[in-house]
């Protein structure tokens, strides 16, 4: 127990010790359902920033994640089939976005096992806004690398270890 404390993620270390003892995983048929509460655009921002500085310092190669995120991917795959099959690029764009909204929105139903609980158009607005906060989530996390979390700041060290901050 000692051994995780000196990490903010500390569920992700542990599955990665018992995986290092080659312990093998298997995958529940059940979803792990989680109630999150309600929660501001601004909140989800926060956690999502926090993750993110997680994320870079735990896997350095998570610093590539920003090509994976919708918008700029289809940007860039758009632009790529407009140079070599001079395709609109625009209108790949577009139809590149709608087919991961699609895709997303099969996903989530999947998981969910059935109907949301809220409408198609409450899920395009929500998806619309995260994939557009996407890039910025993560620069946002690139400028500081301090975590605040719970009553604490806390310093990320590279390899997912942190030190908490104290206030002289």
């Known amino acids: ?37 309600s929660y501001s655009i601004g909140q989800f921002q926060s956690r ?24 700029l991917a289809s940007l860039i795959i758009g632009w790529a089939a ?33 109907a949301l609980c809220f409408s198609k158009l409450d899920f395009a607005v929500a998806w ?3 994939e557009s906060m996407a890039v910025q989530i993560f620069l946002s996390a690139l400028w500081d690398p301090t975590i605040s979390w719970r009553t604490g700041r806390y310093r990320l060290r590279c390899g997912g270890t942190a030190e908490e901050i104290l206030d002289v």
């Open 128 to 130: 619309f806004i995260r």
């Open 1 to 37: 127990v000692n051994t995780l404390a000196q990490y903010i993620a500390e569920d992700y270390f542990m599955a990665k010790a018992i995986a290092d003892r080659g312990w093998r995983f298997s995958m529940a048929t059940q979803v792990a359902m989680q109630n999150s509460g």
């Open 82 to 114: 407009h140079y070599v099959f001079r395709w609109d690029m625009m209108v790949f764009f577009m139809c590149h976005c709608l087919a991961w909204f699609i895709s997303d929105y099969i996903q989530l139903t999947g998981v969910q096992g059935g």
């Open 48 to 71: 999502m920033i926090r993750w993110t500085k997680l994320r870079i310092n735990m896997l350095p190669g998570t610093v590539l994640e920003p090509v994976s995120e919708c918008f």
